[in-house]
């Protein structure tokens, strides 16, 4: 296959990371790449690091029409309520569309506009989106043509919830998903919490209730749960670059103990290259994944409460390698075409 | 006053942390400091930057004789097991002692050696120790001659459950602490884990079900609500040197919003010049803490559910400040004493 | 005493520094503070850490007359040629002032306005200001009214040095001074490469020959030398929140060993509380310094070049704390006063 | 080609990572690994991220024969001293082998007695053995069978100064070298300066005028010089688990601005294409390297010294990469099979 792929709002770090995989993907012959900021500049002029991989000449978002003419598939990396109306401009032109912002991770348009605090770009075209968590929702993937990509904490909340949830396995009453993230996950854009000196050497927690990732597990969760579940979710802001680690508390409704829990969790994801489940013994650390589209999980009971680990690289994962994941679906490709790099230890 | 002290263990973080504090405290008129390691060497050849500050030349552990004669107070910052035989020696010679390690926080001999696998080394002293949590446990403090310093993560977790157990706010059934610690809580010794760079970039989860701190927290928490608590406490290693932020999670019992919870919070602590609850707006973060004796709480109602984040320093407030304030505490002096510092930022 | 302090921009990391300082300095009575940013808030919103320690309202840089009105002396935490004018109100006013801007370090307004690239904003105040580097240029400072506090970097340059200058122990034709800086250096302003992603896991140079502190370090290495001095000035930025190293190297012109180079270093600064020279089998770490107003200088001789490594914090010896110590030198207090903290370790 | 390889040593970070390159590695067919540690177990135990990348079992020191026997070409990721006599044993079989460790590096018997305070343990072998930088000893690499790899400082100082010396443009009487490495080439094994809580925010020199890296960098500079060069290098630890830059000044006999002496870098790397210099207006960063085995230069002149600054990964570049580099030389390989990696950003 020769796809052309075009990527909207390159320079930020999703933007950047889809970069780095489709340059080296096999099935890739041709990277167009547009952005508000740097136009006209060459990407290895913002990112030196690309160098000799990816010779791209950033256009200007008025250059969209062209950018989408020469691709096969769109990659938007652009920032929630920016991102709906150029999806709209590719589907309109027969184009598939990977959103990798909130627009379209939402079915119900009412909910999106409360939790996000503006109106919908492209209402129309929720009907037709399908939420992109490959090991989840494989089958309503194939054959789409707008894609949401999901969340970077929802991707790690619900590879450890599926199975509990799935299985009817635990009281949905009170599911807590405590999660833990880089300071990549806030994008490269210039606030004051993402500076050096604010975050090094500094833990806090954030958006306690109302971050907009929740209303998005909780409708994916339901979904897999078949009924609605009550999510607390609890990020909080750690001195990495990469990474996610969310650890998940949900009440067992039956007796389990750690082996038989470890055991449903690797019969749940045996065939999924991607899902890793720790062996006996370990326990899932963000370092065995950073760089890689891999999850690991870890499962264990503690006083009737299963106890799950999860860890992914926010920008792989949890982003940039989780879209080409689903470009590989939407184009019959094997799944992990140009997904099988390993990351560097230590 | 004119207290002499004795510090057990002075080359390890606590250790020096005590130094740190003890020097400047205008109470204090001499330390004498002993260690393993090091003996007949300047403590500010181990430590540099005490250069000035403290010249303490260290003793063997054969001299701890000598030690104890010339101190009012002695400070055990030793490991658990090696602790108990020397506070007894301590309290022998009629010397009041503060043990930082493990060894007499927990008042059954058989849980502890449960929990610690090793037999206790001076089961006849437990039942006059105290364990040192001054705004939990003031008035069981003074006069006492052995207080059991409580560890880390059970100084910022029980900070956060008392004014919920207290008050009988929550669901006992399970209550959740999800904790996240700095490095040097790890102290000093060579271990694989401890090394950078095993622990930079990375965050992970570890001990769960099995740390030695949850008979602690779960022991006091009982003592505070009256009643046998449930507790699932789940610690991660962070890659920051010092800090401890725990998230707690415990269903209410009766309906409160966030607000209203805020304000039990501030009125628990009303009188307490080491405890202070974030503003509304805020969220405590590890770095208001660091190097000072404080504890940050915040806490807001999630869904029916009571979710409190607390930090402290896990040298400070989480072992040498805390040591510190029960020795104020004991030879009746304000309880802030030597303990006013503030922390550095950024 | 009871001196009365103003700060204009108290919000930055200098400020607040001067704040930590400044609200435990035993003859500082009062504080008032300005800011062009959160005129009308109390400190203690935008720096929870100093709740409880420093209860400021901040006024708007409109309320500049009522500040100096109520002050003996102001310090000046702002950005470069916004500085001048507003040292030249405080002069106006009979009052002292500090400036921590680099507005008054270069005595040429010519070269001032070249490697700025503005005009100067009070050149006839240039002649009556003085360098604050007080162990070089104590006898100077005293009983002025305008000090040009040191930039971070020539403060560790010039510490280093100073007595191979002094003592014309070096050939001047080429002094290499490589200095690596934390990322506070930069200050609290939203800059890319501030960001926690950018600088966190990465090391670079920057400024190569065009650095503003070059011609600072060359003007007054040349005052200590007695005539002009050759400097390569290399600034590296380094992931860590605060600290300075630098590796001074230059040719000796005469046969010395690094026994007696220790020798020149300690018998120059013996009388220097704030300097210290590493001991025999040591070389300075910045973590011994970090938090303190402190400089350690190691020396030693290789290949018959002297090379002397300084360590200080950028926002104590290099910033806040000097300014602090000038001001003590004023107002003829013990020139340690309020400067003794200890840092912390690790 | 279908290449087996061994590696000794490879519990290490330098074996871990050879095994991360040689694994992806298109013309390496089987990998046997051994360690003197952790015999029996999988590696995929000691090394989660590689599970599904690399299914080795580790054999232990007494299977070396084995190994050897199954081996075309053999790694030794060993500390010093420990090497040699394995080397001979490789070679005695007719083997290749490619040292990592500084055994061969140095070709007089006598320097590395006296540097590294050991007997050498195959002084016969020293006289074949080549120094395996490519980009400057290419030719004299091809065909041999035993190749010692540069060792990381080196391969960052030599290949910024090799234009210069080859070229003659400077002064040999005093290059200074001053570089900044991450923690990770100290190895994993346990040292007190390798704790996170030493390393973390903080920053020193070590080894100033006597680290062992010295008569490499020196030997192989006059090699390159074609006469004696006087070094001065000054190592410093940085907290950052990988990279190293390095700022290299010397005197330049010659008038040249920055501009030209640019274009002579780019004229004396054009054919390489793992070593890049930076173009105007672009000074290096290790995040730019880190995870590739590339090397970027920035070369300026600064008051008739040339300054030029050198970033690698010191696993990479600086030790595993390389040794493949050297491997594909040994066996005719396209020089950059298996090492066309992207780095990560951020």
Redesign the interface.
């Known amino acids: 296959m020769a796809l052309r792929v075009g990527i909207v709002g390159v320079t930020g770090?999703v933007g950047?990371e889809l970069v780095?995989i489709l340059?080296?993907h096999p099935e890739v012959s041709e990277i167009t790449a547009a952005s508000k900021d740097f136009a006209g500049t060459a990407l290895d002029?913002v990112?030196?690091?690309?160098?000799?991989?990816a010779e791209i000449e950033i256009m200007g978002m008025e250059d969209l029409g062209e950018l989408i003419g020469r691709s096969d598939v769109v990659f938007l990396a652009l920032p929630h309520r920016v991102s709906a109306p150029v999806a709209q401009q590719v589907i309109e032109k027969g184009k598939k569309v990977i959103d990798l912002a909130a627009d379209f991770r939402l079915p119900e348009q009412k909910v999106y506009e409360e939790w996000y605090q503006v109106e919908h770009g492209a209402p129309a075209l929720l009907k037709e989106a399908v939420y992109g968590l490959p090991e989840l929702f494989r089958e309503e993937i194939k054959g789409k043509r707008l894609v949401a990509n999901p969340g970077c904490y929802p991707t790690s909340a619900l590879l450890a919830l599926a199975p509990l949830l799935k299985k009817r396995l635990v009281d949905r009453s009170?599911v807590?998903i405590?999660s833990?993230s880089?300071?990549?996950g806030a994008g490269?854009s210039?606030?004051?919490g993402?500076?050096?000196?604010?975050?090094?050497?500094?833990?806090?927690?954030?958006g306690?209730?109302t971050h907009r990732h929740t209303p998005e597990i909780t409708h994916y969760a339901g979904v897999l749960a078949g009924e609605a579940v009550?999510?607390?979710f609890?990020p909080?802001l750690?001195?990495?670059?990469?990474?996610i680690?969310s650890?998940v508390?949900a009440?067992l409704s039956s007796n389990l103990d750690s082996c038989s829990l470890r055991q449903i969790y690797q019969d749940f994801y045996a065939d999924e290259?991607f899902v890793?489940v720790?062996?006996e013994g370990?326990?899932?650390?963000?370092?065995?994944?950073?760089?890689?589209n891999r999850c690991?999980l870890?499962a264990?009971?503690?006083?009737?409460?299963a106890?799950v680990?999860s860890?992914i690289d926010n920008l792989v994962k949890g982003a940039a390698g989780q879209a080409v994941q689903n470009m590989n679906l939407l184009f019959e490709l094997p799944e992990n075409t140009g997904l099988q790099?390993?990351?560097?230890?230590?």
Chains 1, 2, 3, 4 share one sequence.
């Open positions: 770090y950047e780095r340059c080296h002029r990112y030196p690091h690309l160098r000799g991989h009170s807590i405590d833990k880089g300071v990549s490269r210039l606030k004051l993402s500076l050096f000196a604010e975050c090094n050497e500094n833990m806090k927690a954030y306690l209730g009550d999510i607390i609890t909080h750690m001195p990495v670059s990469r990474g680690i650890t508390y009440k290259e890793h720790a062996l370990e326990m899932p650390e963000t370092k065995w994944v950073v760089g890689t690991f870890g264990v009971v503690n006083r009737e409460m106890v680990v860890v790099q390993l990351g560097l230890y230590p």
